[in-house]
């Protein structure tokens, strides 16, 4: 077979249309609720919740802050952007707003969009609302026709890195000298989950938050990790 000429194309995407961006509408889950952030609404109480923490902030372009006012300022610029969508993350067992997260990179002509901007006070960390916060994210991404959803991380940020394997982020690499974050050179790890994956995973979410895997003392009989490894399709080798 004459291989001269063969032009290596991508599959074509009979039916596919790019998805609607993101408008702000409150996602509901069982553990957790995400409400559009509003500076007015919130900073109080996640200032209260992030007080005395500030390595919430250690890989984030922003922050920490002082008083609730530089909070509430950077709030208010944030969620003036047009190109990130911050939600405050409600904490239904406690009912409190105990973090938030974010849409940003949306693009829906090539079907990508990426979850982060994540901050989990100390209430929220461990919590299944935290996790579900997450899922409920990617589940309205694939849902809504993304076709890739991507989690970026500061390289040297393991607990991230760990969060996206856990969650069932594949990893696809490290771009070295990404950028410049506080003054300090950042290496960025990337994830993803596809389309392809979602099936699968929303059954391995939906198993590791039932009643069932957790006992009296709420201790997780299977961990999320384990029911998402078979279904990632690369593993993240800094963590081996």
Same mark, same amino acid.
């Given at each position: &077979? @004459?291989?001269?000429?063969?032009?290596?194309? !991508?599959?074509?995407?009979? !039916?596919?249309?790019?998805?609607?961006?993101? @408008?702000?509408?409150?996602?509901?889950?069982?553990?957790?609720?995400?409400?559009p952030?509003?500076?007015? +609404?919130? /900073? $109080? $109480?996640? #200032?209260?919740?992030?007080? !005395?923490?500030?390595?919430? =902030?250690?890989?984030?372009?922003?922050?920490?802050?002082?008083?609730?006012?530089?909070?509430?300022? =950077?709030?208010?610029?944030?969620? $003036?952007?047009?190109?990130?969508? #911050?939600?405050?993350?409600?904490? *239904?067992?406690? @009912?409190?707003?105990?973090?938030?997260?974010?849409?940003?990179?949306?693009?829906?002509?090539?079907? /990508?969009?990426?979850?982060?901007?994540?901050? #989990?006070?100390?209430?929220?960390?461990? %919590?299944?609302? $935290?996790?579900?916060?997450?899922?409920? &994210?990617?589940?309205? /991404?694939?849902?809504?026709g993304?076709?890739?959803?991507? =989690?970026?991380?500061?390289?040297?940020n393991?607990?991230? +890195? +760990?969060?996206?394997?856990?969650?069932?982020?594949?990893?696809?690499?490290?771009?070295?000298?990404?950028?410049?974050?506080?003054? +300090?050179?950042?290496?960025?790890?990337?994830?993803?989950?596809?389309? *392809? @994956? =979602?099936?699968?995973? /929303?059954?391995?979410?939906?198993?590791w938050?039932?009643?069932?895997?957790?006992?009296?003392?709420?201790?997780?009989?299977?961990?999320?990790?384990?029911? %998402?490894?078979?279904?990632?399709?690369a593993?993240?080798?800094?963590?081996?």
């Amino acid at each position: &077979m @004459d291989l001269t000429n063969l032009r290596l194309l !991508g599959a074509h995407l009979d !039916g596919w249309h790019p998805p609607t961006l993101p @408008d702000g509408r409150v996602i509901e889950g069982r553990y957790a609720r995400l409400d559009p952030l509003c500076a007015e +609404r919130h /900073s $109080a $109480a996640l #200032f209260e919740v992030f007080k !005395g923490h500030d390595e919430i =902030w250690d890989y984030m372009p922003d922050g920490p802050f002082n008083c609730v006012a530089e909070l509430c300022d =950077w709030m208010a610029a944030a969620t $003036a952007r047009d190109d990130i969508l #911050f939600y405050a993350i409600h904490d *239904k067992d406690s @009912d409190r707003v105990a973090g938030f997260v974010a849409f940003l990179r949306m693009q829906p002509d090539a079907g /990508s969009i990426e979850i982060g901007y994540i901050a #989990f006070s100390p209430v929220l960390q461990r %919590t299944r609302a $935290a996790t579900e916060a997450i899922t409920l &994210m990617i589940g309205w /991404s694939v849902e809504a026709g993304y076709r890739r959803v991507e =989690w970026k991380c500061n390289a040297l940020n393991a607990a991230s +890195r +760990r969060a996206a394997q856990r969650l069932g982020f594949s990893y696809e690499g490290v771009f070295v000298q990404a950028s410049i974050v506080k003054g +300090r050179n950042r290496d960025t790890a990337w994830f993803a989950i596809i389309d *392809k @994956d =979602w099936p699968a995973l /929303s059954e391995a979410y939906a198993s590791w938050m039932s009643e069932r895997n957790f006992g009296p003392d709420e201790r997780q009989v299977q961990r999320l990790s384990e029911l %998402t490894t078979p279904i990632r399709r690369a593993d993240d080798p800094g963590l081996s």
